[in-house]
């Protein structure tokens, strides 16, 4: 069940980025030790999405689940993402994406643009 929550979400996130202009390079870009949920480019910057879903706030909200732990992890996998692809003189931002199924089962997104520098 919360494998399914968490792809229903990557996915309201990936179109609500795509309705935002941006264009989805990647999803569910792994490495050992890291994982970026959604890769996206917005003009000429590279976006690093990670992306939090809930059904409800009852246990703390998305963004507070984005701990120190995951940030780093994060960072790891999108330094090793820019260095593969050769993007070193790429601008990069890492956002979040926290999205909250409504009792009618629309999502709401709470989107958080370049949350954390490396």
């Known amino acids: 069940m ?7 979400g990557e996915e309201a996130a990936a179109d609500f980025l795509k309705s935002k202009g941006l264009k989805i390079i990647e999803r569910n870009f792994r490495i050992r030790g890291g994982e970026i949920d959604i890769v996206a480019k917005d003009g000429s910057t590279i976006c690093f999405t990670e992306v939090k879903t809930r059904r409800s706030s009852t246990y703390g909200t998305a963004q507070e689940s984005v701990s120190f732990f995951k940030k780093n992890r994060l960072i790891k996998a999108g330094l090793f993402y820019v260095a593969k692809h ?3 003189d790429t601008n990069v931002r890492f956002d979040v994406i926290c999205v ?4 009618d089962g629309r999502p709401q997104m709470d989107w958080l643009q370049n949350v954390f520098e490396v």
């Open 2 to 8: 919360k494998n399914l929550l968490g792809e229903e």
């Open 86 to 88: 050769n993007l070193t």
């Open 100 to 103: 909250t199924f409504a009792s």
